[in-house]
């Protein structure tokens, strides 16, 4: 899935670029990128274009990660986490972006739905701080309530508990939250 982002970063490269670019997950697991995203369909912000092409589009985002990793190392040290697992999840969910907001009303870099931002104490999903710290305890808990499953945990985050406690603690047949799994636990394992 990274190697895909790369790929599409490489297309582009010497193409002008205002727009941001999307990702859509079809229903049969196919992933398709575009900068204009249709309307009907669950497409998820994964770059904010800032900048004039795809090359300066990768350094906004490492330069984001640089800049993030201060308060994702705290947030790890302090819950016990592993960093790296929170860069995957942060890199999956946002792309480092902290006003990310998903068409499900997700936001920020951990995109925090407002009743878990608020289970959490999260009073603002857009503040960097606060939202690696609700995201951490989340998805600490998450590993909590699944024994430590690692693949459990990260489909919660992404589908719900209640999805993975439906399909009797198994990832949910969602394409989009499986290829979440597989691309969560691949940057994790980079």
Partial sequence: M??????LF???ISTPATADVYKYTAPDGSVYYTDEPKKGF????IIRTRPRNYAKAIKYLKR???KYTPLI???ASK???????????IQTESAYDANAVSSAGAVGLMQLMPETAKRYG???RKDARQNIEGGTRYLKDLLKMFNSNLKLAVASYNAGEGAVKK???????????????????ALYRK
């Fill in 2 to 7: 990274n190697r895909c982002v790369l790929a």
């Fill in 10 to 12: 490489v297309l582009f």
């Fill in 42 to 45: 669950d497409y998820k912000r």
């Fill in 64 to 66: 984001n990660k640089i």
């Fill in 73 to 75: 190392a705290k947030a």
């Fill in 79 to 89: 819950y016990q986490i592993d960093e790296k697992l929170l860069h995957a999840v």
């Fill in 122 to 124: 999260v009073s603002n």
């Fill in 167 to 185: 399909y009797h603690n198994a990832i949910p047949p969602y394409p989009e939250t499986q290829n979440y799994v597989r691309q969560v636990l």
